[in-house]
């Protein structure tokens, strides 16, 4: 689904079948040039956070399934984007056919932290509407994330200003309006990015709908 670097390993980030253990997960390399796990296993490791409450709920719900195998969006993927914030590996996850449980996890190289933890194990900002997880990155000084939601149109967030280890909701704010103001076209998030230019971070997002 996604992968990224953080503490100069590579991470590696999957769904798979609806069971526990069998769901896939998140796995690192253990050396500078790994080569398959097939050829030298000893060059990965698993660091999935199966033994967190939040990871399977008592079995109740797992990281979600691809739908298919062309046509994918974000939102799509259990595992849709890394990103490395003020030294910590962040990663967004869907669950269990994308029933309202997006997550929001953080590894700072020795345990993973679910974070803006509603209570119930989602970090859905206060909206049970967003019901898919599917943008993250860094922009300047802040850590994005952004929602795929039917209803309300998209949902972007981001940390509070000088947050720099952000743990519970209230560590992050709303940043635009309802679906960017058009609720009915803009229902999905495709891709964004960070563009730095003449000293001001520019977010760029690409975003549109399903019919």
Known sequence: ?????????????????????????????????????????????????????????????????LPSTNKLIPSDRAFPAMAVFNNKLYVIRNTNDFSNRPQLWKYDGIAWTIVADNGTGVSNMGNSN?????LLLVNGDRLYIGYDNSFDGVQLWRTVLGV??????????????????????????????????????????????ID
Request: charged share 20%; proline share 3%; no cysteine.
């Open 130 to 134: 967003n019901s898919a997880v599917s």
């Open 164 to 209: 720099t280890d952000p743990m519970i909701e209230a560590d992050f704010e709303a940043v635009s309006t309802d679906g960017f103001g058009d609720q009915a076209n803009n229902e999905r998030l495709y891709n964004g990015l960070s563009i730095a230019s003449g000293g001001v971070d520019y977010l760029w997002l690409l975003s549109g709908k």
């Open 1 to 65: 689904d996604s992968f990224g670097i953080f503490q100069n390993k590579l991470f590696l980030a999957n769904g798979g079948n609806n069971n526990i253990n069998e769901d896939g997960g998140i796995t690192r390399s253990t050396v500078d040039e790994p080569v398959s796990y097939i050829d030298n296993s000893s060059h990965w490791e698993d660091v999935t956070p199966t033994s967190a409450p939040e990871w399977y709920d008592g079995g109740n719900w797992f990281s979600s399934d």
